[in-house]
């Protein structure tokens, strides 16, 4: 049976790279598929947070844009509902510019190299990992913001759980997922599915045409599947397979102001398929090999009305993209010197795309080689207690593209960990690498709007952190404190700059990122009492702004004046979170204030300040091996008007309830 | 203590009046004053970017969305045009469907006439009425009347496909029905008083620019028409052509046949002043009592051209790729006079 189990495996690792890459149609956009190394395994010095899988199920009514909107620096670009497109980006670098991982691959659009998490529930992941500033030897194209990853981790013991979710809310808002969980010592299958639909056809007012409107052809749903499966064969042999298939319909709307009849339409699929084998050979070396492959489809159409029978303009798009993976890592362990671990890496990756509006086919292959040594070593007291222990890792990428010259790519980090045993641990880290991002698709072959002669972006970054916890004797609280300083140089930054009705993209600027982040977290959640309080406040004061506008054909007086020490657009100088947290027996009630200052959508205008307050109220009830819970949100309890995104109204005061289940 | 309180108090409250009292708002010019007499530029702004702007240009300084600032909120998406009328001035913001009227002086609004599907320009009807021309070539083409105090529009005229700029001559509306997002070759002819169409003139393709000459002649540009087959591969139908109407007779002849399309992608491409017609197209010629054209200004990226009557000086925008948007003055003989950087897609400068 295991060997059936085995051939199977490398059957579908065989075939994974070919099959279903024949069906590549019309497709309006593709962009690179960036390859991700698996899971670092010793801090690297970059600011990391992490969210298990308790903390995840805390939050369960909250989907994954939500919830890092709640619970990092993340900046969210909302145009409309939860369920409607939405960005998100670290340190102000760009959505384009903050990948989105899931076990380890880029998710971000092949398209623009943007991502969109909205309506993916918590409940799919175990673990959610946002690695701010990641480093590009890791995580290899477009981590000038960071990177988030998300992934399951395996539970090997005896266990079968499932849980329900289903809400309606205000704009005839629906939600529901199902997940399920079973497992022995040897295997473990988790998986769930999700559908959400809404209307999405809040009122607001129309500042430029001076009326109260209902947002119309801003209609949604979405449906989906996260299927996982590990096996652990013996000791040394670990298998995973996974899987994700997702379907996104929505009518998109038009800008506030805009009085035509003109309706635009999109859908998307993607699928998303991997297998890894992890193999102990003994003690000190381990060899990993995982594949996958990545389907996405996209249609977009666009009428001068819902009546019209001709389409103005009708785009279709499918690519697939395979990637490989194989590592090695070898540890040495020495009394005086610390411990070595050694790892090597080979990456391997195709995208393809047949495109009438790129004029012809196009591919574009790379393979990669990352050689990395972590080393940490332990530093002991007087009576030879551990007091601090210090990592250190260097690493080194090199990328063939056949596209472009990637340089190395070099990072090195270090982390000192002081009284991590005890109760008030410190971690003084540090970090600082070279940085690149290479042009999507679109970027480069789009008919009379792309630019072929692009080049990479590429830079560097540098970081230094503090974080310090703090125990109560009597173990009553728990404070958590980070700061964060940050400094990253993007150089041949891509900007796509109009030209009339075209616009054209060009290595246009230099451009830092630079900010400082902090957070506090506070609970009494390690007591027994009845009366459980949490908060969360993180503060970030961000700088990213343009340094330098290369040579354009501008030859008076120019705009590039004007733009050099503007920051970028659509970040605010000021963000703060604040998320209180008060649970007594059964009840909970969670508030989220949000405050963003103003942010420049062009040189001279910006979007106003705001305040955002979401609500949560949840009972729970324990029943027989069963836990269920009626909860209420209200998310923007003040009812204030704002703009994430300009011309794009959002929602004021708006519900949902909900009813959730968790069988045990 | 309290004495002391009352006596800092007193001195602060004193000092205050003191302070607002000679304050006699010398620095602010007066509501006459303060937009009279110059030159307005007509920003479309990117489109689907609601970043449409009036620009002016004061003592040789630009102030930007002068609406903007005047009405603490934003004017819309792609501002088509602006007709001077008495003491009010008329902005069509083509894809936010509206007209706002605003007081000259002061630029603050003082009506917004909604429900429009698809502005292009606004023409005087009356006292009490102006023009606007609606149309994409959808089905939704007219000439409607608005009225002018109440922004409401009371009638309509239908029209050609694209009804685009308009002129009036001889008691006559002139309407050049460009064809929208289609194709048309005509113009129509509305009597001012009546409504009614007096006669549908065949022009050249695509009809898109009109002035009024001294004789009372109406100049009309044709762009010329370009087809695409599936793949977006061009077939050129026909050139680009200037026809005058006679503006007594309303028959047209075609006073220029050009053998190419003409090269900007603008809509604001002639301008008239006397007998003498400008336009561009690789660069700014003039063309007088319909002789021959004369390369009159070098240059590129050029995107709309105007013409100050009182000065005869000739403004022309430019929107090169990647860089700012400027207008440039130029005198009547072509020479330049100075550039000024304004917002962004400027196609008209509109004089008081």
New interface residues.
């Given amino acids: 049976m295991r060997k059936r189990i085995v051939h199977i495996l490398l059957l579908l690792l065989c075939t994974a790279s070919t099959a279903l890459c024949q069906s590549v149609n019309d497709t309006i956009l593709i962009d690179m598929v960036t390859i991700t190394p698996f899971e670092r395994i010793t801090p690297s010095g970059e600011k990391v947070d992490s969210f298990d899988s308790l903390s995840l199920k805390a939050a369960t009514y909250k989907n994954i844009g939500e919830f890092l909107a709640h619970n990092s620096n993340v900046i969210i670009k909302n145009y409309g509902t939860e369920g409607m497109t939405s960005s998100l980006s670290l340190r102000g670098a760009g959505n384009s510019r903050t990948q989105i991982l899931w076990e380890g691959l880029s998710l971000n659009a092949i398209s623009n190299g943007e991502n969109n998490l909205s309506l993916v529930p918590i409940s799919c992941f175990d673990n959610i990992t946002i690695n701010y500033g990641a480093s590009a030897t890791n995580f290899g194209n477009g981590t000038f913001g960071g990177a988030i990853n998300l992934k399951s981790t395996p539970l090997f013991k005896k266990h079968a759980s499932a849980h329900v979710f289903a809400s309606y809310g205000s704009f005839k808002t629906y939600k529901t997922n199902v997940g399920y969980s079973v497992g022995t010592k040897k295997i473990q299958y988790k998986g769930g599915f999700f559908y959400s639909q809404s209307e999405s056809d809040f009122e607001y007012y129309d ?5 109260t409107l209902k947002r119309k052809n801003a209609d949604y749903f979405k449906y989906g599947t996260i299927q996982n499966l590990h096996i652990k064969f013996n000791d040394k042999l670990h298998a995973q397979a996974a899987l994700w298939y997702q379907v996104n319909d929505a009518n998109l709307p ?8 003109e309706v635009q339409y999109q859908s998307d699929s993607s699928l998303r398929a991997l297998v890894s084998l992890q193999y102990n050979i003994n003690s000190k070396n381990k060899l990993s090999y995982k594949t996958a492959y990545i389907d996405d489809y996209e249609l977009y159409t666009h009428k ?2 819902p009546q019209a029978s001709k389409y103005m303009e009708y785009s279709e798009m499918q690519t697939c993209t395979s990637q490989h993976f194989l590592q090695f890592i070898h540890k040495e362990q020495t009394q005086n010197t610390g411990t070595f671990i050694y790892e090597a890496e080979l990456q391997g990756k195709i995208a393809q795309a047949d495109v ?1 509006n790129y004029g012809g086919k196009k591919k574009e292959s790379s393979f990669a080689g990352i050689l990395q040594c972590n080393h940490f070593i332990d530093f002991k007291g007087g009576t030879n207690v551990t007091t601090g222990r210090l990592y250190t890792q260097l690493s080194i990428r090199k990328e063939f593209n056949t596209q472009y010259s990637i340089p190395f790519i070099v990072n090195i980090g270090s982390e000192y960990h002081m009284n991590n045993r005890n109760e008030n641990p410190l971690i003084i880290r540090f970090s600082t690498g070279n940085k690149y991002r290479t042009p999507t698709f679109n970027d480069l072959y789009w ?1 009379a709007w792309g630019n072929p002669e692009l080049l990479p972006e590429y830079g560097f970054s540098i970081e230094f952190g503090i974080r310090k916890s703090f125990f109560s004797s009597e173990k009553w609280y728990h404070i958590t404190t980070d700061i964060t300083a940050y400094h990253s140089t993007l150089n041949d930054m891509i900007m796509w ?6 616009w ?1 993209p ?1 290595n ?1 600027a230099q451009a830092v990122l630079q900010g400082l982040e902090f957070s506090l977290e506070q609970s009494n959640t390690s007591t027994n009492k009845p009366l459980q309080f949490s908060n969360k406040l993180q503060v970030n004061v961000n700088n990213p702004h343009i340094t330098k506008m290369y040579d ?3 030859t ?4 590039e004046s004007e733009s050099v020490g503007h920051i970028l657009y659509y970040v605010p100088r000021l963000a703060l979170h604040f998320q209180p947290h008060i649970s007594y027996r059964n009840w909970e009630l969670s508030v989220f204030v949000n405050y963003e200052g103003k942010r420049y959508f ?1 040189l ?2 910006t979007l106003d300040a705001y305040t955002s307050v979401d609500v949560n109220l949840k009972k729970s009830f324990e029943l027989k091996n069963a836990k269920l819970a009626v909860g209420g949100q209200i998310r923007n309890l003040t009812n204030a008007t704002y703009e994430q995104v ?2 794009y109204p959002l929602p004021g005061r708006n519900f949902e309830i909900y009813l959730q289940c968790l069988i045990n | 203590m309290k004495k002391n309180v009352l006596k800092i108090a007193s001195i602060v409250l004193a000092g205050s009046f003191a302070l607002t009292a000679c304050d006699n708002g010398k620095d602010d010019p007066q509501p006459s004053e303060k937009y009279s007499d110059v030159p307005f530029v007509v920003c479309e702004g990117n489109f689907n970017a609601n970043e449409g702007s009036i620009d002016v240009i004061i003592d040789g300084e630009v102030k930007k969305d002068i609406f903007q600032s005047e009405n603490n909120r934003p004017l819309g998406d792609v501002v088509q045009s602006m007709e001077i009328i008495g003491d009010q001035a008329f902005i069509v913001v083509n894809n936010s469907g509206k007209v706002e009227a605003v007081n000259m002086f002061t630029f603050k609004s003082e009506g917004t006439c909604t429900g429009l599907s698809y502005p292009r320009y606004v023409v005087n009807r009356n006292e009490n009425e102006i023009f606007v021309s609606n149309g994409s070539g959808d089905g939704n083409d007219y000439v409607y009347v608005v009225n002018k105090l109440s922004m409401q529009k009371t009638d309509s005229v239908p029209t050609g496909l694209g009804p685009n700029t308009m002129v009036v001559s001889n008691g006559k509306l002139f309407v050049a029905n460009s064809g929208g997002w289609g194709t048309d070759k005509t113009v129509t002819v509305i009597d001012t008083k009546t409504l009614k169409l007096e006669k549908t003139i065949t022009v050249g393709d695509n009809p898109y620019d009109m002035d009024v000459d001294a004789q009372g002649n109406i100049i009309v540009f044709c762009k010329g028409l370009t087809e695409y087959d599936a793949d977006w591969n061009p077939t050129v139908v026909s050139n680009s052509a200037i026809y005058t109407i006679n503006g007594s007779t309303l028959e047209a002849t075609a006073t220029k046949q050009f053998d190419h399309q003409f090269a900007s992608y603008g809509g604001n491409l002639l301008a008239c002043n006397g007998n003498t017609v400008y336009f561009i197209d690789d660069a700014v010629y003039s063309m007088t009592n319909n002789g021959e054209p004369t390369k009159l200004i070098e240059g590129t990226d050029f995107y709309g051209i105007s013409v100050n009557a009182k000065s005869d000086e000739i403004w022309v925008t430019q929107t090169p790729y990647g860089a700012s948007h400027s207008v440039s003055q130029y005198s009547a003989n072509g020479t330049l006079v100075k550039t000024y950087k304004v917002s962004n897609q400027p196609n008209a400068v509109v004089f008081d």
């Fill in positions: 500042y430029i045409r001076l009326e038009s800008i506030m102001g805009n009085v035509s009849n001068a009305s009438t008919v700059t109009p030209a009339g009705a075209v054209h060009m246009t354009t054909t501008e008076t007086n120019s705009q062009n001279e205008k300009r011309s």
